[in-house]
């Protein structure tokens, strides 16, 4: 985790747009433990643009007033991507735009649940401030504004999406009002426990509910997907008092899983820094520690 917080020698520009955010809680009400909320996030990798040692590139953004004139103070930012695509994208402007510094620079995949932990020490942190800007994928958060309410105000964010399916008791979805209908919630089975997933993508919800349209017509005829922010679900692990909020599980992108199977450091080609060795195998449910190379476990 300590990658997160060294990057004096590292500051340059990211290239891209910074869309959405997330900061880390404040303090914490009654809720899940540290502990609980990060086994929650310790599966799903998310990407970010570093060096070979693991430090990330920041950008430092001079902050302005409400008339838009410079404070003289400034954030330190460092882009999380959601999409491994993106971050490769993104990659490639910045070695476009930086050679010299993008000679080195690589997409490195690292747990979400390091990103918590380094946000909760970075908030806490007296001398040193940083803050993630997670980046969604654009075709998502279209989905998602297209799937709110004409009236609920959109602020772009990293989307989940989360499946139901609105059930009439009598069994006649036109003859009932919403006071009449029962929710039932799409679940999946992991191992002895039932989860509800919250997917990423529209395609991961649509591929979950492919399984059950043989099976379970009627679910899909009353579809309901729901819009969850990243940001909200976090904070909602840290103040839920009661519930089934340990049920809910993200369901982490194939893509994102694949990349993480594959993912070799470089080497750099000058002074070799304290991580730039052969990366260990990874295994198919662990995502590396961007400071050791090393599967999170």
Request: hydrophobic fraction near 35%; charged fraction near 20%.
């Given at each position: 985790m300590k990658s997160f917080l060294r990057w004096g020698a590292t500051v340059v520009a990211v290239s891209g747009a910074i869309v959405g955010s997330w900061l880390a809680p404040g303090l914490r009400a009654l809720g899940l433990t540290q502990a609980q909320v990060e086994a929650q996030l310790r599966g799903i990798p998310v990407f970010t643009i570093t060096d070979p040692a693991g430090n990330p590139f920041v950008a430092i953004i001079s902050d302005q007033d409400e008339?838009?004139?410079?404070?003289?103070?400034?954030?330190?930012?460092?882009?999380?991507?959601?999409?491994?695509?993106?971050?490769?994208?993104?990659?490639?402007?910045?070695?476009?735009?930086?050679?010299?510094?993008g000679s080195n620079a690589q997409v490195t995949p690292v747990s979400l649940a390091l990103i918590y932990q380094a946000a909760l020490e970075a908030q806490a942190s007296e001398d040193q401030q940083l803050e993630f800007f997670f980046v969604p994928m654009v075709e998502e958060v279209a989905h998602a504004a297209s799937l709110l309410p004409e009236d609920e105000e959109f602020s772009p964010g990293?989307?989940?999406?989360?499946?139901?399916?609105?059930?009439?008791?009598?069994?006649?979805?036109?003859?009932?009002?919403?006071?009449?209908?029962?929710?039932?919630?799409?679940?999946?089975?992991?191992?002895?426990?039932?989860?509800?997933?919250?997917f990423f993508t529209q395609d991961q919800y649509e591929e979950?509910?492919?399984?059950?349209?043989?099976?379970?017509?009627?679910?899909?005829?009353?579809?309901?997907?729901?819009?969850?922010?990243?940001?909200?679900?976090?904070?909602?692990?840290?103040?839920?008092?009661?519930?089934?909020?340990?049920?809910?599980?993200?369901?982490?992108?194939?893509?994102?899983?694949?990349?993480?199977?594959?993912?070799?450091?470089?080497?750099?080609?000058?002074?070799?820094?304290?991580?730039?060795?052969?990366?260990?195998?990874v295994e198919p449910d662990a995502v590396p520690d961007a400071e050791t190379n090393t599967p999170v476990e």
């Open positions: 008339n838009g004139e410079p404070t003289g103070q400034s954030t330190v930012v460092t882009e999380v991507f959601i999409s491994s695509t993106d971050a490769e994208e993104s990659l490639i402007a910045f070695q476009s735009a930086n050679p010299e510094l990293v989307p989940l999406f989360m499946v139901s399916s609105l059930d009439p008791e009598n069994g006649d979805s036109s003859a009932v009002d919403e006071g009449q209908r029962s929710v039932t919630l799409l679940t999946l089975q992991n191992g002895d426990d039932e989860v509800i997933p919250l979950a509910l492919s399984v059950i349209d043989e099976s379970n017509p009627a679910f899909r005829e009353n579809l309901q997907v729901e819009v969850i922010w990243l940001g909200d679900y976090i904070r909602g692990l840290e103040v839920a008092e009661t519930g089934n909020i340990e049920q809910y599980r993200m369901i982490p992108l194939e893509e994102s899983i694949d990349y993480v199977e594959s993912f070799r450091p470089i080497v750099p080609s000058e002074t070799p820094a304290p991580s730039a060795t052969p990366a260990p195998s």
